[in-house]
Nanobody
Framework: QVRLVESGGGLVQAGASLRVSCATSGGTFGDVTMGWFRQAPGKEREFVAGIRRIGGMTLYADSVKGRFTISRDNAKRAVYLQMNSLKPEDTAVYYC???????????????????WGQGTQVTVSS
C-alpha cells in the first residue's frame, strides 16, 4: 500500500520562504513521477511542479517558475518543494502525488497521478 504524507506547511508573511516535504512508504518505485499540486478555496486543483524519480527531469507551472524548486531524495523516498518569495496567491492546500506510469515525461494532469497525500496547508499573509 503506497502512502504519501506531507509536512511543513504553515503561516508565513509575503516574501518569506517555506519548504514542504512528502514522505513516501509502501510500494516499489522505479522511474515514477512525483508531483505537487495545490488547491485554494473555491478554486480548481492546479499543478505546481513535478519531478521524475530517475534522472530528475522537472516541470513547473508558469506561476511558480523561478520561485519554487522541486527536489527529491531517492534514498529517503522523499520529495520536497522549496517555496521562495511567497505571495498571498500561493495560499492553498498543497498535495503530494505519485504518477507510477513510466512515460518518460512529467505530467501536469492530476488525473495521471495514482496516489495522493492528505495535503498540508500553506497560508501566506500580505
Amino acid at each position: 500500500q503506497v502512502r504519501l504524507v506531507e509536512s511543513g506547511g504553515g503561516l508565513v508573511q509575503a516574501g518569506a520562504s517555506l519548504r514542504v516535504s512528502c514522505a513516501t512508504s509502501g510500494g516499489t518505485f522505479g522511474d515514477v513521477t512525483m508531483g505537487w499540486f495545490r488547491q485554494a478555496p473555491g478554486k480548481e486543483r492546479e499543478f505546481v511542479a513535478g519531478i521524475r524519480r530517475i534522472g530528475g527531469m522537472t516541470l513547473y507551472a508558469d506561476s511558480v517558475k523561478g520561485r519554487f524548486t522541486i527536489s527529491r531524495d531517492n534514498a529517503k523516498r522523499a520529495v520536497y518543494l522549496q517555496m521562495n518569495s511567497l505571495k498571498p496567491e500561493d495560499t492553498a492546500v498543497y498535495y503530494c502525488a505519485l504518477d507510477q506510469a513510466r512515460t518518460g515525461i512529467v505530467s501536469a494532469n492530476g488525473h495521471d497521478y495514482d496516489y495522493w497525500g492528505q495535503g498540508t496547508q500553506v497560508t501566506v499573509s500580505s
